[in-house]
């Protein structure tokens, strides 16, 4: 996908996961952060220079939408490691407690199979 074409996809995207899936793609096509960042670069400059004001906007807009959508993913991986580690901690700090919310939410408790 082309630059210009992934900017301005990126510009119509509602949804951070489609913005962060065309990204995905890019990084891809270019093998890495590195050479899509100077792709990147060298389109706005040509742009820019060219005065071609409608590339300039999308290459600018498309970039705020990766990073809104990059800091709203990363919010949320955070909000669910959190809620992870919180859970890993009040099994270990009350395993009954945790045990009859798990009854409750149906799923069946057993002990480890013991093998002597």
């Known amino acids: 996908m082309q630059i210009q ?3 301005a996809a990126i510009c119509q995207a509602t949804d951070p996961e489609r913005v962060a899936g065309i990204a995905e793609g890019l990084l891809d096509e270019f093998g890495g952060w590195e050479r899509f960042v100077r792709v990147w670069r060298e389109t706005f400059e040509a742009a820019r220079k060219n005065q071609r004001h409608r590339r300039v906007f999308h290459m ?3 970039t705020w939408k990766l990073q ?3 800091d709203e993913l990363a919010v949320e991986s955070r909000r669910v490691e959190f809620d992870r ?7 270990v700090k009350s395993p009954t ?4 919310v ?3 939410l149906g799923w069946t408790i057993a002990p480890p199979a013991y093998e002597s």
């Open 5 to 7: 074409k992934a900017s």
């Open 60 to 62: 600018l807009a498309s």
């Open 68 to 70: 809104q959508a990059a």
């Open 85 to 91: 580690v919180s859970f890993e901690l009040s099994v």
């Open 97 to 100: 407690v945790a045990a009859n």
């Open 102 to 104: 798990l009854t409750r």
